[in-house]
Structure formats: C-alpha cells, structure tokens
C-alpha cells in the first residue's frame, strides 16, 4: 500500500482525519471515533507511522465496518 499521500496529510492531523471521514465514514464519522483518531495519530512518531495507525484503526473499526 502507497501510504505517501496519507503521510503527506500527518503533519496536520485535522487533514488527515478530514481526508479519512471522507473515504472511509462517508463524511459521517462519529465524534468519539474523531477523537480517539486524532489522540492516536498526535502521539504517533513519524508521519508514515501517524498515516498507518489513522488508517489501521479506522479500517478496522466497527464503523467502518457499518458504513461500508
């Protein structure tokens, strides 16, 4: 997986989690999921790291899993 784009957003955390609402939630993902995404990604080291975790945990949420 090509994670260059996603790590380009990790510096700005708020992008990142805008561009995920987007293509994952349909823009409808739930403020506690908003949360902990942006809690998981602030104290994630590296932006390919940041871009992994955001990706990971919103693909494998439940939400995800529903909106799909």
């Known amino acids: 997986i ?7 957003l990790a510096n700005s ?3 990142l989690l805008d561009e995920l609402e987007v293509i994952f939630f349909h823009g ?5 999921m908003r949360r902990i995404l ?16 955001a990706l990971y945990l919103a693909a494998s949420s439940a939400y995800y899993a529903v909106q799909r």
């Open 38 to 53: 942006l809690e998981a990604v602030i104290n994630t080291p590296g932006e390919r790291a940041k871009a992994q975790a």
């Open 13 to 15: 955390p708020n992008e």
């Open 2 to 8: 090509d994670l260059n784009g996603w790590a380009a």
């Open 28 to 32: 409808q993902m739930p403020a506690e």
